[in-house]
Nanobody
Framework: VQLQASGGGLVQAGGSLRLSCAAS????????MGWYRRAPGKQRELVAA???????NYADSVKGRFTISRVNGKNTVYLQMPSLKPEDTAVYYC?????????????WGQGTLVTVSS
């Protein structure tokens, strides 16, 4: 599975961005998809995840602000990010899990930079 992420950029605090991540290749066995981020000097953090059935999970820092969604027919996952804060500045990476028999394989996108100025 190959993932292509897009939508990052520079925005002022309070602004909005929408990240997109499109999967291609062996997409028929994709289960969960989601987003991680890595801020400068910090560890990688799970931002949001969504199962193939639409169940979602969010980091406490973004719960109630960000919304993850997916279009299964298009194998695309989105992250809507309103009310952005400077602490949301990070490189955002999408992922997709693919299950083969009993083994889960994770593919990663290339990362897209989100910079929120104060």
């Amino acid at each position: 599975v190959q993932l292509q992420a897009s939508g990052g950029g520079l925005v002022q605090a309070g602004g909005s961005l929408r990240l997109s991540c499109a999967a291609s290749g062996s997409t028929f066995s994709i289960t969960a998809m989601g987003w991680y981020r890595r801020a400068p000097g910090k560890q990688r953090e799970l931002v949001a995840a969504i199962s193939s059935r639409g169940s979602t999970n969010y980091a406490d820092s973004v719960k109630g602000r960000f919304t993850i969604s997916r279009v299964n027919g298009k194998n695309t996952v989105y992250l809507q990010m309103p009310s952005l804060k400077p602490e949301d500045t990070a490189v955002y990476y999408c992922y997709a899990d693919r299950v083969v028999v009993t083994t889960t394989f994770r593919s990663w996108g290339q990362g897209t930079l989100v910079t929120v100025s104060s």
